[in-house]
Nanobody
Framework: QVQLVESGGGLVQAGGSLRLSCGAS????????MGWYRQAPGKQREVVAT???????NYADSVKGRFTIFRDNAKNTVYLQMNSLKPEDTADYYC??????????????WGKGILVTVSS
């Protein structure tokens, strides 16, 4: 089994910054893609940013230039640096890992979610 634990959410004023982190533990051989998703009230979950094992990244258009995703493979951790936050960034944020387990299965894991609230 693999567990993901998120941290770093909270309340921030518009224009402020937050850094989210998500660490994985358990039966991990390696981790391919790491990503951050978010879900605002009444809306579907959407991808925010992903980072592959190669280091290549992708961002939603709404966060390009404001958010940066990066990873620390030694710590099995992914980060999301969020700058110039806007009220529309308010959502529950979820991390997602594509893990190669120690049994060599490819599994998809989600964190429980962490709330980010941006006040105007």
């Amino acid at each position: 089994q693999v567990q993901l634990v998120e941290s770093g959410g909270g309340l921030v004023q518009a224009g402020g910054s937050l850094r989210l982190s998500c660490g994985a533990s358990g039966s991990i051989f390696s981790i391919n893609t790491m990503g951050w998703y978010r879900q605002a009230p009444g809306k579907q979950r959407e991808v925010v940013a992903t980072i592959r094992g190669s280091g290549s990244t992708n961002y939603a258009d709404s966060v390009k230039g404001r958010f940066t995703i990066f990873r620390d493979n030694a710590k099995n951790t992914v980060y999301l640096q969020m700058n110039s936050l806007k009220p529309e960034d308010t959502a529950d944020y979820y991390c997602n890992f594509v893990v190669i387990t120690t049994n060599y299965y490819t599994m998809n894991y989600w964190g429980k979610g962490i709330l980010v609230t941006v006040s105007s």
